[in-house]
């Protein structure tokens, strides 16, 4: 879906739109984070305070951060975010993201297709060339998403990062442009074998 000039959102697809935190987002995201504590625990910990959000709005503005909110489109209601993090410019041009669905928005598939959207941006206008994502094992849902939006497995690393009180196994999931790419490609290819097994069923069929 084409961008206005006037347009808040960075990107739009069916559904989703992604766009920046503001602190005009405080109580709704502040609200979600509460009403969402079943099925974001042991694993996230997103903002659920007035407090705790202005010092995450803040933390998003340093050089080597982006954040974005996924909001669906026919209520501007938000669905979930994700945050690109330890952005390295030069020889790099890498960055790990952080992400999180809300309960209401659980099981939809928005957060595939808001995905997807900074996906885009980030190998676009961030002009990045690879985004990584490090995962403990036992959030299954998280893998999935990350394995349909082109992620591959690159390792596992034991005592990787401190969530919820000690120190956590992950695994180190990672997609570059290139895959991207790739995909696409693929797509298009497989498109245009379709077309044309169609096409000659159609003069058989005549």
Excluded at 13 to 32: C, K, M, N, S
Excluded at 143 to 162: K, W, Y
Aim: charge should be negative; hydrophobic fraction near 35%; charged fraction near 30%.
């Amino acid at each position: 879906m084409p961008m206005t000039s006037t347009d808040r959102y960075l990107a739009r697809g069916p559904r989703v739109g992604i766009r920046r935190f503001t602190a005009d987002d405080r109580q709704e995201f502040t609200a979600l984070v509460r009403q969402s504590l079943d099925l974001h625990r042991p694993w996230l910990f997103p903002p659920g305070t007035d407090a705790a959000y202005d010092g995450y709005l803040a933390r998003l503005q340093e050089p080597l951060r982006e954040g974005f909110l996924i909001c669906e489109h026919d209520s501007g209601r938000i669905a979930g975010y994700l945050t690109v993090n330890n952005i390295v410019h030069g020889a790099f041009l890498s960055g790990a993201i952080g992400y999180g669905v809300f309960a209401h928005a659980a099981g939809r598939g928005l957060m595939s297709e808001g995905l997807r959207l900074v996906r885009r941006y980030a190998f676009g206008p961030l002009g990045l060339h690879r985004l990584e994502a490090n995962i403990q094992p036992s959030n299954e849902q998280s893998i999935r998403l990350v394995e349909r939006a082109g992620f591959r497995l690159e390792g596992f690393s034991p005592d990787f990062l401190f969530v919820d009180g000690a120190w956590r196994d992950h695994e180190r999931w990672a997609l570059t442009r290139e895959m991207v790419q790739k995909d696409e490609e693929d797509q298009t290819d497989q498109e245009g074998d379709r077309a044309d097994r169609g096409a000659r069923r159609g003069g058989e069929a005549e």
